[in-house]
């Protein structure tokens, strides 16, 4: 079977799971993927009360309206079903979208347009003090959050699919507000620690390249369904930034390579030192390759094209630069961490979703550069993702971490609740037309 078959019948699984799963509890009203991998059990009320269904992610519930508005799109040509199979599944995606997107709307106003981290489905903010005890947040802090990107940036999709202007002008104020904070330094993040190997609490003066990495998602919708001269000036900023203080293009700073690319900077610009580590993340300097890429290929002002254009010669080598830093290739997947001054790996569990994003990242970046020997990061990533993570006899779902020696673990990334097909499929959605070029 070609890759692409393989890869567009996993994402189908995926899919269908997700619509049963809603379908099985009518009056939730929230996308559920409340689910342990690889056993596949439910959570349920034994469980920490941060899994269980009463309390949800804003997280979760925005990139999961753009994941479904993602796969509205790719079913209108999906090889693998009839006419009717896509008629039925595109109505039913635009049902899920609109109720969820409603009940999210009903819990924002509670809270003067505002999400955190952690809810209850009454809409009560929540964060994990110490003792990972539930405590209300109140005031929310910054002028927006993670929480706030994803879903605004989701917002704009799924309203844009479901053809509500008035929503979909909502959406756009909501993430210009994100991306203004995003470019003022008045954006904090509001991810809560699971993990001690992966510290994501905010820090006062530390300024994270993610951040500005994830709204390149959002300004290419916006590219794509709104203002585009507005979200592609937005775009330039964010890649400018990235490229300016996050990555070496020049000789400084002396002890780096050129292409390192560092996580966090100071408030004077400086790359932040954690105990005297560089720290980079492999995964989230090859979801900016993707994300970047998406919006370059939009550019259309004279600016926007002399950006692409000069940025163009070196994106190959980038990118590879990027999976060497990261890549494991015995267990196969891509290291949480890496320290850019020893050249050794801080934290070796590797989430799943590096791969999917990888696999977007070397694609789209054949099709910038014509660079076709960046294939094999395709292939490779996608053969680790496979046999490592996918879990055929639990929906195609992917398992969320492995260590070192390959083993599943009972690490949790981000959140508990398992990738509604943001990660993966969006980023397997946006790759396929490429990997189908190549015959793949």
Avoid at 339 to 349: E, I, K, M, Y
Wanted: hydrophobic share 40%; net charge neutral.
């Amino acid at each position: 079977m070609l890759l692409a078959d393989r890869l567009e019948k996993m994402m189908l699984d995926v899919l269908d799971a997700i619509i049963e799963r809603y379908d099985r509890n009518p009056d939730y009203f929230f996308i559920d993927t409340k689910l342990a991998l690889p056993s596949g059990r439910d959570f349920g009320d034994d469980d920490p009360w941060y899994t269980r269904r009463d309390t949800i992610y804003p997280w979760i519930q925005g990139r999961g309206i753009e994941s479904l508005a993602g796969h509205w799109e790719w079913l209108a040509t999906c090889p693998l079903l009839t006419a009717e199979q896509r008629r039925a599944r595109r109505r039913k995606l635009k049902t899920i979208m609109a109720e969820v997107v409603g009940n999210m709307e009903r819990l924002r106003r509670k809270n003067h347009g505002r999400l955190f981290f952690l809810m209850t489905t009454d809409g009560t903010l929540l964060r994990m003090n110490e003792k990972g005890v539930a405590e209300p947040v109140d005031p929310v802090p910054g002028a927006a959050n993670y929480s706030d990107l994803f879903y605004a940036k989701g917002l704009m999709r799924a309203a844009a699919v479901l053809g509500d202007d008035k929503m979909l002008s909502r959406a756009a104020n909501y993430f210009r507000r994100v991306v203004t904070a995003v470019l003022n330094e008045s954006f904090i993040t509001d991810q809560q620690m699971f993990d001690p190997k992966n510290p994501v609490l905010a820090v006062p003066g530390k300024s994270l390249q993610g951040i500005k990495m994830i709204a390149l998602g959002g300004t290419a919708i916006g590219m794509q369904i709104g203002d585009r001269d507005f979200w592609e000036r937005r775009a330039m900023a964010l890649i400018r930034h990235i490229f300016n203080k996050h990555i070496k293009m020049g000789d400084s700073p002396a002890e780096l390579r050129r292409f390192d690319y560092w996580e966090a900077i100071d408030p004077a610009g400086a790359p932040w030192l954690d105990n005297g580590r560089l720290i980079c993340d492999p995964g989230h300097t090859l979801e900016f390759v993707g994300l970047s890429l998406k919006n370059l290929v939009r550019f259309r002002t004279p600016a926007g094209r002399r950006l692409a254009d000069q940025l163009r010669p070196c994106y190959a080598d980038f990118l590879r630069h990027q999976f060497a830093n990261g890549y494991a290739a015995g267990p196969g997947g891509i290291i949480k961490s890496f320290d850019l001054l020893s050249r050794q790996p801080v934290n070796t569990d590797m989430p799943w979703w590096s791969l999917p994003e990888t696999i977007r990242a070397a694609a789209l970046a054949i099709d910038f550069t014509g660079d076709e020997s960046l294939k094999e990061i395709v292939t490779v990533c996608a053969e680790d993702f496979f046999r490592g993570y996918v879990r055929p006899e639990c929906h195609s779902m992917a398992v969320q971490t492995r260590d070192a020696a390959g083993n599943v673990v009972a690490v949790i990334p981000a959140t508990p609740d398992v990738d509604p097909g943001y990660h993966t499929n969006l980023s397997l959605i946006d790759a396929i037309p490429v990997i189908r070029k190549m015959g793949l």
